[in-house]
Every structure is written in structure tokens, then in C-alpha cells.
């Protein structure tokens, strides 16, 4: 069958940017945060980033080249950031074989079964990440605690991460001023002196390429600053109807992966909303049900689940929320 090109109607808008310009863009962002990991957590930082993002690209690469036949767009960079951002979101003690079985599912199962590319409706590091987690919890959950290359890969000191202790404390009957004082500062946490996975360490290496990628405009605004203001607010509203079982705002804001989430994985082109009304929607939709997670729910952490289950809804946004069409007459009275 011959494959029909759909071209819609002018007017068109030309662009330099292609996929591989704005992957490597994501690449460049996400350096701060991976030099950070490096210093944080040694050599399994570096032993899990290449492990996953090899394993990403070949697995790629052999579906394309042997059962799909079809050239491979490896080259584009699409399969590097989901390794970087797989990576991201596991243990850095975590073993070689599991970070290569999260690989098969996020690009073989989540992105490339729906067609590749463009066509895959969930996030599919999240995917890799929460299979992983299902199917091994305790490797998954067995955090290393930053100890810079003084420990190696597989021998690495675990601990709880802010958000276990802050859950495991609640669910004790302790009172949150009294675990805090086993937590990391605030402002430790904004540096990354944490436990957890390699995409939880250091908010101020994220934040700097989130301005990076505002910068170039590879995503706007929306989603993140709707995403970290729903989780404000909430946690916020929380806070100050009961300060010894909830934790402030900014502790939320700095824990977990929500820095992660909402600036990397939330913007993804293909998963989230085509206009900037959909976009908040989606980011309030993925603040509520983080904090509902966090809060009630059995996991500690909820980003990724809340990621995902929004990403179910967003061909009803872009069905139901479209932009003005051009030229329509706009009624003023």
C-alpha cells in the first residue's frame, strides 16, 4: 500500500527545529543533574547511566533493523533520552540485568509496539520505571545513600529516602517535627546531600536545565510551574491544617521526583497536551494526584504513577480543548 501524506491547510509555520536538535537539547539540560548523580553517587551513577542508555539504543536500534525493517532513527536521540531519563529514575546500585530488562520495556514495549516515535502514549522511561518497580520492589527501593566514590557500584550504603521516612514515621504515629530532625535541611536537600534514585539528588542541577530548556524553548512553562504550584498549594494547605502530620510545602518540593517529573518527563511532546489550556490541566491533574499518593497512598513517592495516569487523558484534552481556528470570526458584544 502506497503511504498517503496528509498536508493541512496554510497557513504553515516553518521551523529549524528538528528531533534530534531538540533531543540533544534535553541531553545538554539534563548534564547538571548528571554531573551531580556522578559526585553523589560514584561509579554506579556512571555504571547505571550507560548501562541504560546503551541498552536503550540497542534495543532500538534491533527492533527496527531486524523486525520491523525499517531504517533505525537511533540517530535522532529519542532512545538516549529515555535511557538518561530511565536511569534517572532507578537506584544507582541497581543491576545490570534489571536496568536492561527496564530497557526492553520502556522502547520495546512502550514506545515502539504503538509504532515509535510520536505514536507511543505513555512516557516510556515512566513505563520501564514502574514495570521495574512492580516486578522487583526491593532492588527497586534499596536506595544508596550519597557517599561520592568512597563506596562502589555494588556495595554501596542504602537508606531511606526523605519521603519513606516522612511515610514511615506518619503511618508510626510519630510527629513530622520529630522525623524532620532525621532529614536532610531544606537546604540540603536543594543541593542533593539525599538518598534516593540519581533523578531525586540535586533540585538546583535540575532547575538549571529546566532553564535551559525554557531557555531555548523546548518546553514552556506550563506544565511545570501548574505541576510544582498544585503540589504547593496542596501540600501548603495541608501543612497549615496540621502541621504534625503533613510536611510543608517546600520539603514536598524538593524531595522525590517531582523536580524530575514535572520538568522532563511531564513535558514530553508526544504524552502531553498540544495547547497551553491543556498543559495546566494536565499539570494540576498530575499535582493532585502526586500529593494524594504521597499522602494517602502506599507508596512514598507518586509522580511517576500521577505522570502516567494523566497521560491516559491526554487525547480527550487535545479532543475537547482545541485552539481558535485561524481566521475564525471572534464575536465581541
Known amino acids: 500500500m502506497t503511504n498517503i501524506l496528509n498536508v493541512s491547510p496554510s497557513p504553515h509555520q516553518q521551523s529549524p527545529e528538528t528531533t534530534r536538535k531538540l533531543m540533544y537539547g534535553v541531553v545538554i539540560a539534563l548534564l547538571p543533574a548528571l554531573a551531580a548523580s556522578i559526585y553523589y553517587f560514584g561509579p554506579g551513577a556512571i555504571i547505571v547511566t550507560l548501562t541504560s542508555v546503551l541498552s536503550c539504543v540497542a534495543v532500538e536500534y534491533l527492533i527496527q533493523r531486524f523486525i520491523l525493517k525499517v531504517k533505525p532513527s537511533i540517530s535522532d536521540g529519542s532512545a538516549v533520552v529515555t535511557g538518561l531519563l530511565l536511569a534517572f529514575n532507578v537506584p544507582s546500585n541497581l543491576p545490570v540485568h534489571i536496568i536492561v530488562i527496564g530497557a526492553i520495556i520502556a522502547i520495546g514495549v512502550a514506545k515502539m509496539t504503538f509504532g515509535g516515535l510520536g505514536n507511543n502514549p505513555f512516557t516510556p522511561a515512566l513505563v520501564g520505571r514502574v514495570f521495574l518497580l512492580i516486578s522487583f520492589p526491593v532492588q527497586m527501593t534499596s536506595w544508596p545513600v550519597p557517599t561520592g566514590f568512597k563506596t562502589g557500584y ?180
Not at 229 to 236: A, D, E, I, R
Open 154 to 333: 555494588a556495595d554501596a550504603v542504602t537508606g531511606a529516602t526523605p519521603l519513606g521516612l516522612l511515610s514511615e514515621g506518619v503511618k508510626n504515629g510519630e510527629a513530622v517535627s520529630a522525623i524532620m530532625e532525621k532529614i536532610p535541611s531544606h537546604m540540603q536537600l536543594f543541593y542533593g546531600q539525599m538518598g534516593g534514585s540519581m533523578g531525586e539528588v540535586a533540585a538546583l542541577a535540575l532547575i538549571i536545565g529546566g532553564i535551559y530548556l525554557l531557555w531555548k524553548k523546548i518546553i514552556t512553562w506550563h506544565i511545570p510551574v501548574s505541576v510544582l504550584v498544585t503540589v504547593g498549594l496542596l501540600t501548603g494547605i495541608l501543612w497549615l491544617a496540621d502541621p504534625t502530620k503533613f510536611a510543608d510545602p517546600l520539603f514536598h518540593l524538593l524531595t522525590g521526583g517531582l523536580m524530575l517529573g514535572a520538568i522532563y518527563m511531564a513535558t514530553d511532546y508526544v504524552t502531553s497536551p498540544m495547547t497551553h489550556k491543556g498543559m495546566i490541566i494536565y499539570g494540576i491533574g498530575i499535582g493532585v494526584i502526586t500529593v494524594s499518593i504521597r499522602t494517602w497512598g502506599a507508596y512514598p513517592e507518586g509522580v511517576s504513577f500521577a505522570i502516567l495516569i494523566m497521560n491516559a487523558f491526554v487525547p480527550l484534552l487535545n479532543m475537547y480543548i482545541k485552539p481558535r481556528r485561524f481566521g475564525r470570526e471572534v464575536k465581541h458584544g
